[in-house]
């Protein structure tokens, strides 16, 4: 049985000019000990489907529903006080993007990692302090950076302490939205190692939210493309990155440029779609080269075993 | 130093110190942000400079097109000496010069249309008549690929993407037909898809147009596909220069070798194994290392040699220059 398993989750946005589709139909499971990736670019519901998980909604949700089942406990018919003290930050936490730069530059560090066991556990200060060093020491923190301001540590430094802080509690799945996007590639890699380390010494789950293919393949065990506020593909990431079934996915692979191969890059043409009026059909098919008649009216359900993808071209008996 | 004869831009040994004080009463200290950089631009050539934030690559590019006064060194544009020229006298360098900046949503004027924007360097270098400017704005339009221009022409920027604000900027830095044009990191802010389309641009504007670009970058994969030749800086120095292709294929200087391995391609492999990742960051640029500024870091340093002189950059193959005592 999969540790976290997502059905149909739906959370669309209430606008003046119409109600915005940024998670529409999203499904998928991630295993025990394992990483899914969730890939894709700017605007296709990553973070909207982070925060669907989460329950953390802004004040204009036109609709929010599907099935969300982690370890068992169905959270969707959870209530809210419930979900905050049960669940949020304790069996799923969450490094948001861009969060080292949103530390209180008032407080110390180290009482900021510490603050959620006091509220959520009801410990000790002496007690949450204890507990709040050893996952500073388990980032590969010195102890003594709890007593330090955000604005003595380094980029690298403050991106360690917003991950204690989403381990602390010891939660079973951790979502990480974009956790390197702001630091530089040497920085960028000693994260990732981190990463990989707490991965495999506490089997810890992760949902890996990035728009970086390259970067995806450091922790996924899965791979899940989105556009559009669907996923396209999904599947095991020996399968979707060296060989994508998904015409975006293949499109969105060749249009990185690679360091190690003469493979010129190729952008796709077009932007994609605005999420209040999607094209109808396949939402790709506007920007795809293979689309024909099918894709302009019917939505693509996914073909294929391991690697599932929308799209009509592998349909059987095309 | 590397070829400066016919150079469009040559900058010989630059430096660009920032004074601070750090604290009232105390003596002011120098963060040195570029320290003694040598390099020569070619007429329709892209260099790129690479490098992690804080490297004071921005810096150099400033300094490049005197938007800064360096306080060492010489900067020479087209055989000209610009090192400390007046701001005033500098307006004939303003035409020949161009910026691509980084940021398209903060970068345009949110009052004007893509018109105003577009005409503003025309009017304030008194450049032809109103129907003439309207035709330069439009071709601008048409060479960015934004069509038809009639329609584009009448936008504000909040009706655009990301990827046609940056269009426009790159229109803008067109318009005045400029030798040389800085991008400083242009595309850092778009989506991977609308990414290579907008270089893809610049690339056929340099090759149809002969301009030079000097391409400011963090990201070595995009500045191995879009650049003839290559520079990498590491903390206020240029540590390696040269042929693109030479660069990427033989890195010569421990700090290329780390930044080339740290960047991942696509490959589901990459979990089993752990990213090669130097340990500590780039130095302070108000008190660097003593000789090499990469020593601390470096897999490789020797005691006596590294941490005491400082290298110089030598020409270890044809092109090819590397600041590194080792590096053989």
Redesign the interface.
């Known amino acids: 049985m999969p540790l976290l398993s997502v059905k149909n989750l739906v959370l669309h946005y209430r606008t003046r000019k119409g109600l915005v589709l940024a998670v529409d139909n999203v499904s998928f499971d991630v295993e025990r000990g394992q990483t899914l990736a969730l890939v894709g670019e700017s605007g296709c519901g990553k973070t909207s489907t982070a925060s669907a998980l989460l329950r953390m909604l802004p004040r204009n949700v036109g609709k929010y529903e599907g099935k969300v089942e982690l370890d068992g406990t169905e959270l969707m018919g959870l209530d809210d006080e419930k979900f905050r003290s049960d669940v949020r930050w304790r069996r799923i936490s969450i490094v948001f993007q861009g969060a080292m730069n949103a530390l209180s530059p008032m407080i110390p560090v180290g009482q900021q990692v510490a603050e959620p066991l006091m509220v959520h556990l009801e410990a000790t200060k002496e007690e949450a302090f204890a507990k709040a060093e050893e996952a500073v020491k388990n980032v590969g923190l010195p102890g003594y950076i709890m007593k330090q301001y955000a604005h003595e540590l380094s980029g690298g430094m403050k991106q360690r302490v917003v991950i204690a802080m989403a381990l602390v509690m010891k939660p079973s799945i951790v979502i990480l939205d974009e956790p390197t996007s702001a630091l530089d590639v040497m920085t960028q890699a000693n994260i990732m190692n981190l990463l990989k380390t707490l991965k495999r010494d506490e089997s810890l789950s992760y949902i890996f939210i990035t728009h970086d293919l390259g970067l995806s393949s450091e922790l996924a065990d899965a791979v899940a493309i989105m556009y559009a506020g669907r996923i396209v593909e999904i599947g095991p990431a020996e399968n979707v990155l060296p060989n994508p079934q998904h015409p975006y996915t293949q499109k969105l692979l060749g249009s990185a440029p690679k360091l190690r191969s003469d493979e010129k890059p190729d952008s796709i043409p077009g932007a994609p779609p605005d999420l209040i009026k999607p094209p109808a059909g396949c939402r790709f098919h506007p920007r795809c080269p293979y689309a024909f008649d099918k894709c302009r009216v019917e939505d693509p359900p996914y073909f294929g075993e391991r690697d599932r993808a929308a799209c009509w071209l592998l349909e059987p008996g095309r | 130093m590397p070829g400066p004869e016919g150079a469009i831009l040559v900058l010989d040994q630059v430096q660009t110190y920032f004074g601070l004080r750090q604290a009232m009463f105390k003596p002011r200290v120098f963060l040195k942000a570029v320290d003694g950089v040598s390099l020569a631009i070619q007429r329709g050539e892209t260099l790129a400079v690479v490098g992690?934030?804080g490297c004071g690559k921005t810096t150099l590019g400033r300094t490049a097109v005197r938007l800064i006064e360096p306080t060492g060194g010489r900067v020479l544009y087209d055989g000209q000496d610009i090192t400390h020229t007046r701001q005033r006298d500098l307006m004939w360098l303003r035409r020949k010069t161009q910026i691509v900046p980084q940021d398209p949503y903060a970068s345009a004027n949110p009052a004007y249309t893509v018109f105003k924007i577009l005409e503003e360097p025309l009017l304030v270098h008194r450049i032809g008549t109103p129907q003439e400017r309207e035709d330069q704005v439009h071709s601008a339009l048409e060479a960015v690929k934004m069509t038809p221009p009639e329609f584009f022409a009448q936008k504000f920027p909040h009706m655009l993407?990301g990827?046609q604000r940056q269009r426009v900027a790159v229109a803008r830095s067109l318009i005045l037909e400029p030798e040389l044009i800085i991008a400083d990191e242009p595309v850092s802010m778009l989506?991977?898809?609308?990414?290579?389309?907008i270089l893809?641009l610049m690339r056929q504007i340099q090759e149809e147009r002969r301009v030079a670009f000097l391409y400011i970058t963090?990201d070595?994969?995009?500045a191995?596909?879009f650049s003839d030749r290559i520079g990498i800086m590491y903390a206020g120095k240029l540590v390696e220069l040269g042929p693109v292709k030479a660069v990427?294929k033989e890195p010569l200087h421990p700090y290329t070798q780390?930044?080339?391995a740290?960047?991942?391609?696509?490959?589901?492999q990459?979990?089993f194994r752990?990213?090669?990742?130097?340990?500590g960051?780039?130095p302070r640029l108000i008190d660097p290392p003593t000789g090499c500024r990469f020593h601390p870091r470096c897999p490789i340093a020797q005691e006596g040699l590294c941490d005491v002189e400082e290298p110089a950059l030598r020409e270890l193959r044809p092109e090819h220059w590397v600041a590194c005592h080792l590096a053989t």
């Open positions: 992690e934030s993407s990827g989506d991977a898809s609308v990414r290579i389309s893809e963090h070595l994969a995009t191995k596909h990427l780390a930044l080339m740290a960047i991942p391609d696509p490959d589901p990459n979990r752990d990213l090669p990742a130097l340990p960051e780039p």
